[in-house]
């Protein structure tokens, strides 16, 4: 599959079947995530896999109320939490080099983005959740201090692909020159 078909063909799955996800294809999944661009390469993530059912049933409970993802999490054969490490990214020396600060979340919002692209490619699907309750879920994951839950990722077999959303035209959020400029043709 092409890079531009996986990015415009994938689409948020919350329902899963129950088959398995191949150790093989779940290896190429985080391999994807190990390839993923970070500030000067900090690659400041962790990675927790959970496959138990009660595990994966706290987690849920820490989405926050009438989030979508909250069946396909327990419904998911994998769960994918990836979780950043604060004060690593965005910095040269001993400071952050830009005025955003910890780079870390746009650190592991690319690789979450590449798992995302890599279980598309391979006929799996995923979703990012992000409305949750962080502290709780790094609670049931035992997260040390100085880590964050970012997100976790369902990831399995979908039961059906979703149709995509409506977007926008380039020409609705792409200018010339300037931020006012004119816009793309």
């Not at 996986?6 to 190429?28: N, Q, Y």
Request: proline residues 7%; charged residues 25%; negative net charge.
């Amino acid at each position: 599959m092409e890079v531009l078909e996986a990015i415009r063909e994938r689409r948020s799955v919350r329902r899963f079947t129950e088959d398995p996800v191949s150790p093989e294809d779940l290896s190429k999944v985080l391999e994807a995530a190990q390839w993923a661009p970070s500030w000067v390469n900090v690659q400041p993530w962790k990675i927790v896999i959970v496959k138990d059912a009660a595990k994966k049933e706290a987690l849920a409970e820490t989405l926050l109320p009438k989030n979508p993802a909250a069946k396909g999490l327990i419904q998911a054969p994998v769960v994918i939490a990836l979780i950043g490490e604060r004060g690593k990214s965005g910095l040269y020396g001993d400071s952050f080099s830009t005025d955003k600060g910890d780079w870390y979340m746009f650190d592991l919002g690319i690789a979450a983005q590449n798992i995302a692209l890599a279980a598309h490619s391979l006929g799996l699907g995923t979703v990012h959740v992000g409305a949750l309750d962080h502290k709780k879920a790094g609670a049931i994951l035992q997260v040390p201090e100085g880590f964050e839950v970012v997100e976790i990722l369902p990831l399995g077999h979908p039961t059906f692909a979703p149709k995509a959303p409506p977007r926008k035209e380039l020409k609705e959020f792409v200018t010339l020159e300037t931020f006012k400029g004119e816009a793309w043709a």
